[in-house]
């Protein structure tokens, strides 16, 4: 085997070894309680949601665009990042490039539940990626209004369970931070509840709307954080 195809070869491993990894670590959301003790926040619970993984080279900065049937979210990061459209409607997408002239991976996965749908993988300088659910896209949808994300920078690594709600839907989800959640339309206000399961360390999260922090969480191994 030549140098170039053992380089392909061993890239490739390293890419179906992180993502059986991350699958049987990340059973992603809405699949049971998880990490709590029994029913949690006043809402009912909501259906499976849509998650995006991304990752391959650590430290690979990449710009996204993700979107639904209703919204749209652009956003940057750093490889590895879990994304997760909370209250999502089909069908869903998120399209990534990297912001380095380089040969590092950036890779990203779509996870509908525990269902797998879709991954994608691209090693060229600049290169760009997409992966979608089953049903096809039109168009983009306009920008989320209200635009409200929250944040889990970390501790790095940490497993946690959380419930996410606004005044009609709770929504329980399972993943590892880095984490940033995207509440699609949100009913008024939105709080979170967030339980570790390994305790690296405590919390540090954020919550924004429409680009501006406008509540912050640390300590462990439970926190919450709510919309002021």
Do not use: Y
């Amino acid at each position: 085997m030549t140098q170039h195809a053992m380089r392909k070869f061993v890239k490739f491993c390293a890419i179906r070894a992180a993502w059986a990894a991350l699958a049987f670590s990340l059973a992603a959301c809405n699949n049971g309680l998880g990490g709590f003790s029994g029913s949690v926040g006043n809402t009912p619970k909501g259906p499976a949601q849509t998650s995006f993984r991304v990752l391959g080279t650590s430290g690979t900065g990449f710009t996204a665009t993700v979107s639904n049937s209703r919204s749209s979210w652009t956003l940057q990061g750093n490889v590895p990042l879990s994304i997760e459209i909370i209250n999502n409607v089909q069908p869903a997408r998120m399209i990534a490039t990297k912001t380095a002239g380089d040969n590092s991976i950036l890779s990203l996965q779509v996870i509908n539940g525990t269902n797998q749908l879709e991954v994608a993988s691209t090693t060229a300088p600049f290169g760009t990626v997409q992966v979608q659910t089953r049903k096809k896209f039109d168009t983009i949808a306009p920008s989320a209004v209200p635009d409200l994300r929250i944040f889990v920078i970390g501790p790095a690594g940490e497993r946690f369970s959380a419930l996410i709600e606004d005044l009609t839907d709770g929504f329980t989800v399972d993943a590892r931070a880095p984490a940033l959640f995207l509440f699609d339309s949100p009913s008024g206000k939105v709080t979170g509840q967030f339980f570790q399961i390994q305790n690296l360390g405590g919390f540090d999260i954020n919550m924004t709307l429409n680009g501006v922090v406008v509540a912050t969480a640390m300590g462990g191994p439970n926190v919450t954080i709510r919309e002021p």
